[in-house]
């Protein structure tokens, strides 16, 4: 549909800046409120679209501006709004030079200014802090909202008509997380005890990996709490028991550099040099290395000829060459 214009997105959102900013105007927003004023508003359903309004009403007005027209709806809706949440703090400084770049066919609009210092305070604002307080006076006005309709939740003078008419309005996630940044923030939870173990994830998102642990559950503030807690109670059963060294190696083959630390393991490697192998099969005339390796293939593949030969001589040759080799007892 946007292909083909039968939807033109820029004139969209343009109208849904104007309802949102035109929408926050309405007196269901004074600060001043009463909580039974409230209460009232909210069982007609006023904060319905309280959340969307409050979080996107600068999208809305930013995505719109290159295409904002000399309109008195326009106009009007953002000098009313700053009228009524401009922040004293917002300065002309924080104004970015992509910003005015984008306002520039608006600048002798009666709203040029006012529309600058709102979308550059806002960005600024929220960049800065993911919390509810980066929405200004609307953090307020929302906190409170949002506690007085969970207090319905639980108050016993709600009927069930009652009930059913305000989760038309408001859905049935009541319970929602203070963060603007967070998917929950609009979406929530049908039960606080949920929503508070989500917003303990924001607060303390460093967790135990032990899954019996309850602070597996409960995490930590910082990255330096966990490390202390799992060096208290989690402790590496490695880190109990003193390393055993290696012994330095005092045997050094001249041929090649490699060292050991017994002679014989040093003579036996010697002999791959050579291409010696010395200790042959008596079954199938295979040739080893080192006599445990020709004692091991024996065991293996020829175990029950092993056992014959091992009672039937007293002494075998070892060689099947001409070279006599000597196996020499192994050095501690």
């Not at 319905?48 to 501006?65: G, K, N, P, Q």
């Not at 303990?200 to 899954?211: G, I, M």
């Not at 079954?283 to 006599?291: E, I």
């Amino acid at each position: 549909m946007t292909h083909n214009d039968y939807v033109k997105i820029h004139d969209e959102e343009h109208k849904l800046a104007i309802l949102c900013l035109q929408y926050l105007l309405f007196d269901c927003f004074d600060p001043c409120l009463s909580e039974e004023t409230i209460k009232e508003y909210m069982m007609k359903g006023y904060y319905a679209f309280e959340d969307y309004a409050i979080l996107h009403w600068v999208d809305h007005l930013e995505a719109s501006i290159l295409y904002l027209p000399y309109t008195d709806d326009i106009g009007s809706a953002i000098n009313n709004f700053q009228d009524a949440y401009g922040s004293d703090d917002a300065s002309h400084e924080d104004i970015t030079e992509e910003l005015r770049d984008k306002c520039k066919h608006i600048k002798d609009a009666d709203f040029y200014e006012n529309l600058l210092l709102l979308v550059s305070n806002t960005r600024k604002l929220r960049a800065k802090e993911e919390k509810i307080d980066a929405l200004g006076e609307f953090g307020e006005i929302i906190t409170k909202n949002r506690a007085i309709l969970e207090g319905l939740r639980t108050s016993e003078d709600l009927d069930l008509a009652t009930r059913n008419k305000l989760e038309q309005y408001y859905g049935t996630h009541w319970h929602k997380c203070p963060r603007h940044a967070c998917f929950y923030f609009h979406e929530g939870f049908p039960e606080s005890a949920r929503r508070d173990n989500h917003v303990s994830r924001h607060e303390k998102p460093f967790f135990c990996s032990e899954s019996s642990c309850s602070r597996s559950h409960y995490g930590f503030s910082t990255e330096k709490e966990l490390k202390k807690h799992i060096n208290v109670n989690h402790p590496d059963p490695s880190a109990l028991f003193p390393k055993i060294r290696k012994p330095p190696a005092k045997h050094v083959c001249d041929i090649c550099s490699k060292d050991f630390t017994r002679a014989h393991n040093l003579k036996a490697h010697k002999r791959t040099h050579a291409n010696l192998r010395p200790y042959d099969c008596k079954f199938c005339g295979k040739a080893f290395v080192r006599k445990h390796d020709r004692e091991r293939h024996v065991e293996k593949l020829h175990p029950g000829q092993a056992l014959v030969v091992g009672e039937g001589s007293q002494e075998e040759t070892l060689v099947s060459s001409d070279m006599e080799v000597q196996e020499e007892p192994e050095e501690g």
